[in-house]
């Protein structure tokens, strides 16, 4: 019987160490790509006076942390991204979910119609965002079609790219939503896909209204796919600085529309740059933010789908 027992352990053993050797190359993988440059860069953030020349500096201590908390440009920069994130994320996501819905109720040409609408996604972004410009700029010679069309109800031309600020964030946010719509779209198009569809038979039979068969069944079935979306979106936005360079050009303090991760930019390799401890700090600060928020969604989530 004991023998038994130790064999019995001996196996568990080898299989736990087969376990373990299988995970050591994604954990060397991490280790070398994530940790360490977290912990790097943690360090850095710290490191008052860094000459990155001389490889010193004058003291350990959280001044470059209130350095960069007090900068304007990064509050700014703060300022940008949140509205970003407030307006991108839940229209995206919406937006998304009213085209997978329409997506999945056609049968013929469905896949057609599916390609066509995750296209953007392939598009080099620069390529988009130079059309977006091309679109909304107002130059000496031509308003834009975006104000030729908003000439027609009486409308006074707008300058989108090079004029007041509500206006190229309004232009940001279109063009950050065209970006990330057919990644969502695909994910919840898969997602409708994989209802059952005994389901929506019962519910037939049962002559349930479609809203009803649509907050009962469908939503509550596509729910984690849903969380997905907004958590990855949330992440997304908050790491924005493509989207805004792609429309104003890589100097975007000037254009009034720099993010967090273009400050972080900025003060490593931008005109004004060679700062690594204020970027390392920018970079941690936004770290923590997007943890924070990380996590509030998925305590939100999971207490949604215990109701549910």
């Not at 509500?166 to 997602?191: Q, R």
Request: glycine content about 8%; proline content about 4%; overall charge neutral.
């Amino acid at each position: 019987m004991s023998s038994g027992k130790q064999l019995s352990g001996v196996g568990h053993t080898a299989t736990t160490i087969r376990g373990w050797l299988y995970l050591l190359p994604a954990l060397l993988f991490l280790a070398a790509f994530m940790i360490y440059p977290l912990i790097d860069v943690l360090i850095y953030s710290i490191e008052e006076g860094y000459n990155s020349a001389s490889q010193t500096s004058f003291g350990i201590g959280l001044y470059n942390y209130r350095y960069v908390l007090r900068d304007p440009y990064f509050l700014k920069a703060v300022k940008n991204t949140f509205i970003l994130v407030i307006i991108t994320v839940p229209i995206s996501t919406g937006l998304s979910l009213l085209v997978a819905l329409g997506l999945n109720s056609i049968k013929k040409l469905k896949n057609m119609f599916q390609t066509i609408f995750f296209l953007p996604y392939v598009t080099n972004t620069l390529a988009v965002g130079l059309v977006f410009m091309i679109l909304f700029r107002k130059t000496e010679y031509s308003d834009g079609l975006v104000n030729m069309i908003l000439s027609l109800f009486g409308m006074t031309p707008i300058d989108f790219i090079d004029g007041p600020y509500w206006a190229k964030m309004m232009v940001l946010c279109i063009y950050v939503i065209w970006i990330v719509m057919p990644f969502k779209i695909l994910i919840l198009t898969s997602a409708l896909a994989s209802v059952p569809d005994v389901y929506y038979q019962a519910a037939k039979i049962d002559g349930t209204p479609s809203w009803r068969v649509f907050t009962k069944i469908t939503l509550p079935m596509i729910a984690p796919m849903i969380v997905y979306l907004i958590i990855t979106g949330f992440i997304g936005a908050f790491k924005a600085y493509s989207d805004a360079v792609a429309i104003f050009g890589v100097n975007l303090n000037v254009a009034d529309m720099n993010t967090i991760v273009g400050y972080v930019y900025d003060m490593l390799y931008g005109d004004g740059g060679g700062y690594p401890s204020y970027a390392s700090a920018a970079a941690i600060i936004l770290f923590v933010i997007v943890l924070t928020i990380t996590v509030i969604n998925l305590v939100v989530s999971s207490q949604a789908t215990d109701i549910t």
